[in-house]
């Protein structure tokens, strides 16, 4: 299966989909990279493993920009798309045209801690536990099927980078096993786990 992996920053959740697709069986293949910040770090991580970039100038005007997005990965004739830290919200055209085909990670048990600093906002509200969730795209943030979930318990001496070092690892460990399933038709979506 012909993937686009979308970015925003650092990219760590790139690199171990890069890491597992060179194992033998993943069932997919990294066609393109496209960020929306010409600096990040994960744009080096693709080059590295050879993967074509694209930057694309994200605007307020979201329907545009998917439209370019869209654009881009018809060149790459690119069947799904991975969500890997990519901080943009798509419009509707891009779920219309990827249904249940765009995967997201998000550092939350969902529906809990939907948005941008959800392992921040764990820890404010002061919960034993949170964890990582994979799921579909639909039109909603942070929102649609879910396929996979793994919960963190919550130290009483939790930092935030404590959390956020922990939910990584799950994170990178999650999100090529969830890929691969899908790339190989063994996926089923789940009912979100209680907390
Ligand atoms: C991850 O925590 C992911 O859950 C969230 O953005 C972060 C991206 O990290 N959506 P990285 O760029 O993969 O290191």
Same mark, same amino acid.
């Given at each position: 299966?012909?993937? @686009?992996?979308? =970015?925003? $920053?650092?990219? *760590?959740?790139?690199?171990?989909?890069?890491?597992? &697709?060179?194992?033998?069986? +993943?069932?997919?293949?990294?066609? /393109?990279? /496209?960020?929306?910040?010409?600096?990040? +770090?994960?744009? #080096?991580?693709?080059?590295?493993?050879? =993967?074509?970039?694209?930057?694309? $100038?994200?605007?307020?005007?979201?329907?545009?920009? *998917?439209?370019?997005?869209?654009?881009?990965?018809?060149?790459?004739? /690119?069947?799904?798309?991975?969500?890997?830290? +990519?901080?943009? !919200?798509? $419009?509707?055209?891009?779920?219309?045209?990827?249904?249940?085909? !765009?995967?997201?990670?998000?550092?939350?048990?969902?529906?809990? +801690?939907?948005?941008?600093?959800?392992?921040?906002?764990?820890?404010?509200?002061?919960?034993?536990?949170?964890?990582? *969730?994979? %799921?579909?795209?639909?039109? #909603?943030?942070? %929102?649609?099927?879910? !396929?996979?979930?793994?919960?963190? @318990?919550?130290?009483?001496?939790?930092?935030?980078?404590?959390?956020? &070092?922990? =939910? %990584?690892?799950?994170?990178?460990?999650?999100?090529?096993? /969830?890929?691969?399933?899908?790339?190989? $038709?063994?996926?089923?979506? !789940?009912?979100?786990?209680?907390?």
């Amino acid at each position: 299966m012909k993937l @686009a992996v979308l =970015i925003s $920053g650092n990219g *760590t959740n790139l690199q171990a989909l890069i890491d597992a &697709s060179r194992r033998p069986g +993943f069932g997919a293949s990294l066609e /393109v990279v /496209v960020c929306d910040k010409p600096d990040a +770090f994960g744009l #080096e991580r693709a080059v590295s493993a050879g =993967i074509p970039t694209e930057v694309i $100038g994200w605007t307020s005007e979201r329907n545009a920009s *998917t439209e370019r997005l869209l654009e881009i990965l018809d060149q790459y004739d /690119v069947e799904a798309l991975v969500l890997a830290g +990519f901080m943009r !919200i798509l $419009g509707p055209a891009a779920i219309s045209r990827f249904p249940n085909r !765009i995967i997201n990670i998000h550092p939350s048990l969902l529906p809990d +801690f939907p948005g941008y600093d959800a392992i921040g906002a764990a820890l404010a509200e002061g919960v034993e536990t949170t964890g990582v *969730t994979v %799921h579909f795209v639909d039109e #909603e943030v942070d %929102h649609g099927p879910i !396929i996979a979930q793994r919960t963190v @318990a919550v130290a009483p001496d939790e930092t935030r980078e404590s959390l956020a &070092s922990r =939910i %990584h690892e799950v994170e990178h460990e999650l999100l090529p096993s /969830v890929v691969s399933d899908f790339a190989n $038709g063994r996926l089923r979506p !789940i009912e979100p786990l209680a907390t």
